[in-house]
């Protein structure tokens, strides 16, 4: 029986992680939360919760112990390049053999951009730490129209990415690869880039949006400086500022179009199409 420690659990790709590792007879999951005691909704078919936070290392210690396997989710903040190597020195620490962890697409590019730059720190990091790695790095979220840049009341979609297109994937997909990696042999050393099936605009997936939902829903291309203007007006820091703009720039750019076959190998399917997820997830957007 493999134990498997999944941070991240209630985000958008942990948790997918978790429902496809549930009720599996071959694994025991442990779930990294705030609060077990407030995560009964997360409990049975063999996951279990354990209280967990990056910067409390007495906790990391406890939710490693007698772990096998690790599908890590390092959070987006100010201090994740640290989160991540402290983590993977706790891990290596309690006999952790295996870590899936989930990058970014391009992370192997050198230089890069900043949030590129902090996964590949990571990344090298865990491969110099004598644990079994597999690096997933895939592209743009479907769910990014449902959690982070759905369309609002007026049925527009803002953002600074301009006229280019982008292979989004979904976010079940990714996990799906994950857990291949986490219970099948094969994946140790590998680094997945992981896309969708096709490269479609904004404006294309608005789109595709508008025929699901039953109302209009269409892309504004924002410059640049009124999003940046926006986003620190909201309150977020100023490094996440750039680096997400820097990220969209090289959307614009026309980086974010490449089509990979990481998913069709791995799985020994398609990934799933943006107009199948639209229509699975068409409520959302009503």
């Known amino acids: 029986m493999t134990t498997i420690l999944v941070t991240g659990a209630t985000g958008t790709i942990g948790s997918q992680v978790v429902a496809a590792l549930k009720g599996r007879e071959d694994v025991k999951v442990r779930v990294a939360v705030r609060s077990a005691a407030q995560a009964d909704a997360l409990r049975g078919g063999g996951v279990t919760p354990v209280d967990f936070e990056f910067n409390k290392p007495e906790l990391i210690k406890k939710a490693l112990t007698g772990v096998d396997k690790v599908f890590l989710v390092v959070p987006f903040v100010a201090e994740q390049v640290e989160h991540g190597t402290k983590f993977i020195d706790q891990a290596q620490q309690a006999g952790v053999r295996h870590i899936v962890k ?132 909201a309150g977020m820091p100023g490094w996440m500022t750039e680096a997400l703009l820097e990220l969209n720039a090289l959307g614009r750019a026309g980086h974010a179009a490449r089509v990979t076959d990481s998913v069709q190998r791995v799985l020994g399917r398609a990934p799933t199409g943006f107009a199948q997820f639209a229509q699975t997830h068409a409520a959302r957007w009503k």
């Open 102 to 233: 989930l990058s970014a697409l391009g992370s192997g590019v050198v230089p890069g951009i900043d949030l590129g730059r902090w996964h590949r720190i990571v990344e090298r990091y865990l491969a110099g730490s004598g644990i079994a790695y597999t690096f997933l790095r895939p592209n743009n979220f479907m769910e990014n129209f449902i959690h982070i840049h759905p369309p609002g009341k007026d049925g527009n979609i803002y953002l600074p990415m301009g006229q280019a297109g982008c292979s989004f994937i979904a976010g079940a997909d990714i996990a799906a690869v994950g857990v291949a990696a986490l219970t099948t042999p094969g994946h140790e050393g590998k680094a997945y880039e992981l896309t969708g099936p096709e490269a479609l605009s904004l404006a294309q997936a608005a789109h595709i949006l508008s025929g699901v939902a039953g109302r209009p829903v269409n892309y504004v291309d924002v410059p640049e400086e009124a999003a940046r203007k926006s986003m620190l007006g």
